[in-house]
T-cell receptor, first 118, second 113 residues
């Protein structure tokens, strides 16, 4: 596709529900990132994939958060037993190249999924 | 831990003015710095990417500079237009933990007709 696509755009969940957020990166992009953006804040890093390998999940706030990218393309961020503090915009980004090669890679972001937990 | 600060937090200017947005970071060991634009309810649009070895990048009416040693970057917008109204975010990628982008909280810009 032309850009990073995320679905759904909006999600309202009752506290305690499980949710799954989808990201379709730009075709051929090796690197994929998930970020969480609270209202009035900058995005905060959650996790990073290089193809299907999850190389960094240090930003996941709790074990209720789980991300996968089984075939190295589409990724899903799952949040179990949602809580009100999980309400935020979840942004997905992709980059063409592999990081840590000393190369400067530009990140392209999707429009995000706005999650509201009530 | 890298801290990214953006000043001012909000800015309102009349159309046609030139303006400067500031970004500072505490750890100068960065791969690159990227400026983004975010419209309300939307994702991030990349504006400019400056490599650590570069001093500035230009795209149309936008010019971004980088002083890596002092931990500063500026985004210069010439001849501002109402369509420039958005939140501008600065982000850096570290040398030693190159996966995450570290973002500032952004500068909210309003350009009035």
């Amino acid at each position: 596709g032309a850009g990073v696509s995320q679905s759904p755009r909006y999600k309202v969940a009752k506290r305690g529900q499980d949710v799954a957020l989808r990201c379709d990166p730009i075709s051929g992009h090796v690197s994929l990132f998930w970020y969480q953006q609270a209202l009035g804040q900058g995005p905060e890093f959650l996790t990073y994939f290089q193809n299907e390998a999850q190389l960094d999940k240090s930003g996941l706030p709790s074990d209720r958060f789980f991300a996968e990218r089984p075939e190295g393309s589409v990724s899903t961020l799952k949040i179990q037993r949602t809580q009100q503090e999980d309400s935020a915009v979840y942004l997905c980004a992709s980059s063409l190249l592999v990081l840590r090669q000393g190369m400067n890679t530009e990140a392209f972001f999707g429009q995000g999924t706005r999650l509201t937990v009530v | 831990k890298q801290e990214v600060t953006q000043i001012p937090a909000a800015l309102s200017v009349p159309e046609g003015e030139n303006l400067v947005l500031n970004c500072s970071f505490t750890d100068s060991a960065i791969y690159n710095l990227q400026w983004f634009r975010q419209d309300p309810g939307k994702g991030l649009t990349s504006l400019l990417l400056i490599q650590s070895s570069q001093r500035e990048q230009t795209s149309g009416r936008l010019n971004a500079s980088l002083d890596k040693s002092s931990g500063r970057s500026t985004l210069y917008i010439a001849a501002s237009q109402p369509g420039d109204s958005a939140t501008y975010l600065c982000a850096v990628r570290q040398e030693d933990s190159g996966y995450a982008l570290n973002f500032g909280k952004g500068t909210s810009l309003l350009v009035t007709p």
